[in-house]
């Protein structure tokens, strides 16, 4: 029997779950480093656990209450039918295990289980619009090639653009300065750092034009309009959808929210960890590659 329900929320950057009793009291929480799918099944699974043991541990329960969990995993790269298959056929010690992405637990957070419409804009980008049974989503297929207007990208254009003002093309910058500075001024060393760059690696840089931004770098504020301009085609198209209620969910996205008034958002509910434990507790939802 369940006596537990979990929810996990899983990104390129961080892996946090929550433990809730039958009753829905909150027990305890735990954080470990990423769990998007695409980093690797083995590194997504060691984190989960990692993350589940933390929150268990943080409510005092033993090892042994693992096997009266019931969870449920909204990780990113869950819309990847082979990584969902991966992940599904890992070892678990739990009494149920249950995956979705990490833009529909995100959903289902921000709306109760009800109808609406996210927008993520974390370390990646997605759009996720859940009517009447059927799930619709928009951009999230990875970096470099979609997830607009995240971190990740915000911090990709921030590199570039500092390159340029090392070059001369572009005005002096407080960012390019700081960035460049980070890498010892080396280009060779940014060439060498890309190449075995992640997603997170990017989104590092990202609160880095926010902190230039609020300086009153002019480069940096370019970007965040940049930025801006990403987020609000997205909106834009995923309301021409059909998307009525929109909640813009994630780090970059929260930063951003206040130059976006322009566009009808409504505040989440809950947090996609909230998602992730309705989604453990009904198969009503629907399944991703069942």
């Not at 209450?65 to 082979?82: F, I, P, W």
């Amino acid at each position: 029997m369940i006596e537990y329900w979990v929810g996990v929320d899983g990104g390129g950057t961080h892996t946090r779950a929550r433990i809730r009793d039958r009753t829905g009291k909150l027990l305890g929480e735990g954080r470990a480093a990423g769990s998007n799918l695409e980093l690797g099944i083995e590194v997504a699974h060691a984190n989960v656990l990692a993350a589940i043991a933390s929150a268990r541990i943080t409510a005092g329960l033993g090892i042994e209450s693992e096997q009266q969990m019931g969870v449920g995993l909204a990780l990113a790269s869950a819309e990847l039918a082979d990584c969902y298959h991966a992940m599904l056929a890992m070892p678990f010690p739990f009494a149920s295990v249950r995956l979705t992405s990490d833009a529909f637990g995100a959903c289902l957070g921000a709306f109760g289980g009800e109808d609406g419409a996210i927008l993520i804009a974390g370390t990646g980008s997605a759009g996720l619009i859940y009517r009447h049974g059927q799930l619709h989503t928009c951009s999230g297929r990875g970096f470099p090639i979609s997830d607009l207007g995240s971190g990740a990208w915000l911090g990709l254009r921030a590199i570039q653009q500092s390159l340029l003002c090392h070059d001369g093309i572009l005005p002096p910058s407080t960012l390019a300065i700081r960035l460049l500075d980070h890498f010892r001024r080396d280009q060779a060393e940014v060439v060498r750092w890309a190449a075995r760059a992640i997603p997170a690696d990017y989104g590092h840089f990202a609160p880095w034009v926010f902190d230039a931004a609020s300086d009153g770098d002019e480069l940096a504020n370019q970007l965040l309009d940049e930025t801006c301009t990403q987020l609000h085609t997205l909106l834009e198209g995923m309301q021409q959808l059909g998307a009525s209620q929109i909640a813009l969910l994630g780090g970059i996205g929260m930063r951003l929210a206040p130059r976006l008034v322009h566009v009808n958002l409504v505040h989440p509910q809950a947090d996609a960890l909230e998602g992730a434990i309705l989604f453990a507790q009904s198969e009503a939802f629907p399944c991703l590659h069942c």
